[in-house]
């Protein structure tokens, strides 16, 4: 069908590679200092061979925002704690919490 208006299949692919990889790269480096966080909640979902676990964050204001997600072979312990301690701490999501596994349930 896209023939049928002059574009060709691997020009769309391109623009949609290109295009979602600036969203990615917009979603990965955004600050998130401008609110207090409560809660930071994991969730994966397996797709073909492959899980993607997304991190959900909840603001003092009841906002739920994305903070990030990591496309891994499953959802283990390993994964998951390196996850929400990348999130808490390139996005100075929480500077001043314990992401550490000492406390909390990420031990």
Same mark, same amino acid.
């Given at each position: 069908?896209?023939a049928?208006?002059g ?8 623009r949609f590679i290109? %295009?979602s990889a600036r969203?990615? +790269?917009? !979603?990965t480096?955004r ?5 207090e966080?409560l =809660?930071l909640?994991?969730?994966?979902k397996?797709f073909a061979?492959?899980?993607i676990?997304?991190?959900l964050?909840? %603001?003092r204001?009841?906002?739920? +925002?994305? !903070?990030?997600?990591?496309q891994?072979a499953s959802?283990n312990?390993? =994964? ?6 990348r999130?808490a701490t390139s ?5 001043s ?7 909390? +349930?990420?031990s």
């Amino acid at each position: 069908m896209p023939a049928a208006f002059g574009l060709a299949k691997t020009r769309v692919s391109r623009r949609f590679i290109r %295009t979602s990889a600036r969203a990615l +790269r917009q !979603l990965t480096e955004r600050r998130l200092d401008d609110a207090e966080w409560l =809660v930071l909640v994991l969730d994966g979902k397996t797709f073909a061979q492959d899980a993607i676990v997304i991190a959900l964050g909840v %603001t003092r204001t009841g906002e739920k +925002r994305l !903070l990030g997600l990591v496309q891994t072979a499953s959802e283990n312990k390993r =994964v998951c704690q390196a996850f929400a301690r990348r999130c808490a701490t390139s996005s100075a999501m929480c500077p001043s919490s314990d992401v550490s596994g000492t406390s909390g +349930r990420m031990s």
